[in-house]
């Protein structure tokens, strides 16, 4: 059997920015002296009068942003999540999503996965932060396929978006001709009629292999792949709801404000069913290699199958 394909969404990120920037000269990329990190020193190799390094000033770089948008430009701010979501939520809420203006965020190495560079840097509350913000569209893609795509349409949408890449090469899962990404709209990856398991992110490969050892006991699992956590696919999470009664939601992110708190956000009102969270449960991360810190936090699939059957169980 081959290998698993495995890329980093950064990766993905650099390399969309790349052809993209070939089809729109008013697309301008910023960077916070991060550009090898955050891969966009790709885009700096082919358009160099096109790239602005801001320096480790991310807060002066979301005002550039604001600017040059405000000027016909379409910018791509790129930092850390922590530092994009983190450092700048200021002057991006008051410089860019008060006035609405068409500035497009690439935060990466987001989440528990990294790594090494610890607590500090394990961003597990931006989609939190970036919900809050009116106007604000949040992306979290899944693998490179998923992660180019939303960069194409966060260049087509009008208005503030914020995008979480990863650090870790994850497998590419969504290598099919059918496959399509829509802003707002969720995927069904599997049917099941005992549990709905919604997934973001780096989570959503752990998911269906956590559905794959359900399925060995008998438990038929949904898995359903939610992209964009703002806006949310209320139509498909309310629909599974009624369909399973029994909902799990899986994300490489605190479980305060994120996906979870998205889905229960919905279901209290339109479909009250039982649900589950699963993430970082109130907690910092910690230094060490990404695999063992997504086992040690409970995101891997052995982990999320255990805590699904007993969920369905109960």
């Keep these: ?9 950064r990766e993905s990120y650099g390399s969309a920015l790349v052809e993209l920037g070939k089809e729109h000269e008013e697309i301008v990329v910023l960077d916070a002296d991060l550009a090898a990190a955050t891969k966009t020193g790709m885009f700096q190799k082919v358009f160099p009068e096109r790239h602005i390094d801001c320096g480790i000033a991310e807060s002066n770089m979301m005002g550039i942003a604001a600017g040059l948008a405000a000027a016909g430009k379409v910018p791509f701010a790129s930092s850390f999540a922590m530092f994009a979501a983190g450092r700048a939520f200021e002057q991006i ?6 006035p609405h203006l068409n500035v497009k965020i690439g935060a990466t190495h987001a989440g528990i996965s990294v790594g090494e560079d610890g607590a500090t840097h394990q961003c597990n509350e931006d989609i939190a932060l970036m919900r809050t913000i009116p106007g604000m569209v949040v992306i979290n893609p899944s693998d490179d396929i998923e992660a ?8 087509a949408h009008e208005g503030p978006v914020y995008m979480r890449f990863g650090r870790l090469a994850v497998p590419v899962i969504n290598d099919r001709p059918d496959y399509k990404f829509e802003l707002g709209k969720g995927v069904v990856l599997k049917e099941g009629g005992d549990v709905t398991v919604i997934a973001t992110g780096l989570c959503v490969n752990e998911a269906l292999e956590a559905a794959k050892l359900l399925e060995a006991d008998g438990i038929h ?3 359903i792949n939610i992209h964009t956590i703002k806006p949310l696919d209320e ?7 009624k369909k399973t009664g029994k909902v799990v939601t899986v994300e490489e992110h605190s479980v305060i404000g994120g996906l979870g708190s998205a889905v229960c956000d919905v279901l209290c009102e339109k479909a009250p069913a039982r649900v589950m969270k699963i993430g970082v449960n109130d907690t910092f991360g910690e230094s060490g290699p ?10 891997d699939s052995q982990s999320i199958y255990e805590k699904v059957r007993d969920f369905v169980k109960a």
């Design 290 to 299: 990404a695999l063992e810190l997504i086992r040690k936090y409970g995101l």
């Design 93 to 98: 809420r008051n410089s860019i999503g008060y």
């Design 1 to 9: 059997m081959s290998e698993v394909k495995k890329i980093a969404t």
């Design 221 to 223: 699992a949904a898995v």
């Design 148 to 155: 180019k795509a939303a960069v194409r349409a966060a260049y």
């Design 235 to 241: 139509e498909l999470v309310v629909e599974a709801a």
